[in-house]
């Protein structure tokens, strides 16, 4: 969020008497590993499932 965003949200939590706090921003840092059968199996059915959403 941008700051002009944090400042509105936080005068409206401070409000309620609730101080806000910072919270560390997360990166995702794990990637899968499609190699072998079990990633062949993980790409078969991550294709199956969007092949079926795309059915409906």
């Keep these: 969020m941008d700051s002009i965003t944090n400042r509105a949200m936080n005068k409206k939590i401070s409000k309620y ?18 190699s072998g059968s ?7 059915q991550e294709i199956t499932n969007a092949d079926q959403h795309q059915k409906k």
């Design 38 to 44: 079990v990633g062949l199996n993980s790409l078969t």
């Design 17 to 34: 008497g609730v101080q806000p706090v910072e919270r560390p921003k997360i990166l995702a840092n794990k990637t899968l590993d499609r």
